[in-house]
Nanobody
Framework: VQLQASGGGLVQPGGSLRLSCAAS????????MAWYRQAPGKQREWVAT?????????LDSVKGRFIISRDNAKNKNTVYLQMNSLKPEDTAVYYC??????????????WGQGTQVTVSS
């Protein structure tokens, strides 16, 4: 199983970034996908989930700013996170994974490579 996030970087407050996470070795076309993040000194937290039908759940603090989407094509198997109006408190390492047990607290696979997002002027 590989879950490789990319697209992070340094951005000024109010800016945008688009994260990608390429998944391999999982049943991408059968699973919900989610983004998580871990800020310095804090526990990892769930950010957003997209299910197979395209229904979306988003953390309240990013609602209206972050958009999760997915590409189920065989040669893609990628989940995206469009992040707009970024704030310094969005600074974190961002990861993707498959949520487990229908909730947001547990994931199915070991954490893969995350991508660092730093929002600073």
């Amino acid at each position: 199983v590989q879950l490789q996030a990319s697209g992070g970087g340094l951005v000024q407050p109010g800016g945008s970034l688009r994260l990608s996470c390429a998944a391999s070795g999982i049943r991408f076309n059968l699973d919900d996908m989610a983004w998580y993040r871990q800020a310095p000194g804090k526990q990892r937290e769930w950010v957003a989930t997209i299910n197979l039908g395209g229904s979306i759940q988003v953390l309240d603090s990013v609602k209206g700013r972050f958009i999760i989407s997915r590409d189920n094509a065989k040669n893609k198997n990628t989940v995206y996170l469009q992040m707009n109006s970024l704030k310094p408190e969005d600074t974190a390492v961002y990861y993707c994974n498959v949520p487990a047990y229908g909730g947001t607290a547990f994931v199915r696979y070991s954490w893969g490579q995350g991508t660092q997002v730093t929002v600073s002027s």
